[in-house]
């Protein structure tokens, strides 16, 4: 139990966040908001409800009664090791769909945007039909895990069981993949012949990893990272195999760190995704193995990579793959532009990702250039009753003054389907949030929140070399977003101020 004082109110809440287990007594109190101290999940003391995610239940929470200036926290004995439902006014193990109430709400996509736009439609009352339809084998899972441990069942990684959805009236059906959209006639139809129409419509079907363009990019033994079937058939293709990752982003070091001395990592990305992250993060592209690590670079290797090649990971940098050769329709051989080649029997591409949005190409949707659809602060696109969530969007971001962005994080899906489900409803409630993202390598804990795209100027506390610092990014003068390795929960604290609307400037940083 972790007991709260606020001036002179008591509340008792569950002491350990419901996301991943952290200590919330090392959390950041502001007002009646907690926040967790590794991954910014954040949670109202009066009622233990979620203020932010990623978490996607709240806190238990306990009577607590004051007499003669002892304070008494009243509890059962046996108290569920996780919370079963994510608002406390939701009435537990009730189907609250009724049948009387003809309106459907799709949802395009089963990843955590849907899920938490299904969930908050059944919290906010809504009683009509909800269907939640994915080209996957899958119902919502945790993603993020697939580059933290190879041998994974997609079981053990279910966000939410079959009775869990069952139990709230939320059809998942599996293996349906949207092929088009009639809009005027809110029609969507399936790839399997089938169509449904809808009152209300979620687009949600996330991205996909860019495939490799080179010659021999069709040879066999060459795979992307998106499924628990993928991670899988990584594993088994790789063990005690010369193993080629192509690309610089976060799930390309994870996986060749993983694969090659069988550690385990976490993250906050979508598979395939390159973060958002300033350029101590991430370089422009690489190549490297998981038994030929030799590194070509004549630059600084940003910190993550040094945390890496000082435990004997070299890396190619300023280099690309020219193409990939092979034996008897079999990779053996990456070649990179330079000339030199890379014993290679699996090649894994981690190049980035792509908004999986064909299936509306030809309609009326307005969606970018790179095919991610636009949308404003309530989720909504350009056509009535169609919302969009996730991966799949661009959206304004608040931290850069309205600017549109795709941010793939987990917490931003999750925020979005919130959002999203209480417009259906008419709430006309907008986007609040400060993006959070976290990641794990070698032990050493990565936090960051804002948005630093475009930043001009750094403010740095503590030490890169004795890995625990905290880094402002500063943008006009202001900070917009905040990096830390060791410094719990600092980067928690600063998500807290942004979301306050309070700005940071570049003299109060330092």
Known sequence: VLLVRNRTRFSALGSRCPHYGAPLSKGVFRGDRLRCPWHGACFNVKTGDIEEYPALDCLPRFKVTVEDGKVFVTAKKKVPTLPAATKHNQQ?????????NPDTVLLLGAGVAALVCAETLRQEGFTGRIIMATKDKHGPYDKAKLSK????????????????????????????????????????????????????????????????EVPGADLQNICLLQTPEDSNKILELATGKN?????ASFIGVRLGWISSRGETTETSLQPGAAAKLPAWVLPGYCCFTSLDFLSECSYQLPLPFQMLQNKGVKFYMKT???????????????????????????VVAGIGVSPSSAFLKGTSIARNSSGAILVDLRMQTNIPNVFAAGDVVSFPVALLNGEQLSIHHQQVAEAHGHIAALNMLKKQKELHTVP????????????????????????????LEQLKF??????????????????????????????????ISKEEAE
Request: net charge neutral.
């Open 470 to 503: 905290l880094i402002f990014y500063i943008k006009d003068g202001y900070v917009v977003a905040a990096a830390s390795l060791n410094c719990d929960p600092m980067v928690s604290l600063i998500a807290e101020v942004l979301y306050s609307g309070k700005q």
């Open 320 to 346: 690309k793959l020219s193409e990939l050769k092979g034996r008897d329709g079999k990779v053996t051989e990456a070649v990179l532009d330079s000339g030199k080649k890379i014993p290679a029997d699996v």
């Open 92 to 100: 537990l193990g009730l189907d609250m769909r009724c049948l009387l």
């Open 436 to 463: 959070f993202f976290w990641t794990t390598m070698l032990g050493e804990s990565i936090r960051y929140a804002g948005c630093g795209e475009g930043y001009t100027d750094t403010v740095v506390k503590g030490s």
């Open 243 to 247: 193993l080629v990752i192509i690309g």
């Open 149 to 212: 441990k190879m041998n994974l069942k997609a079981e053990d990684i279910y966000l939410r069981t079959s009775e869990f959805l069952d139990a709230r009236g939320i059809e998942l059906w599996t293996e349906r993949e949207a092929v088009s959209v009639d809009f005027q006639r809110q029609k969507v139809s399936f790839m399997n012949g089938s169509s449904q129409k809808y009152n209300h419509l979620l687009i949600a079907t996330g991205s996909h990893p860019i495939h490799l």
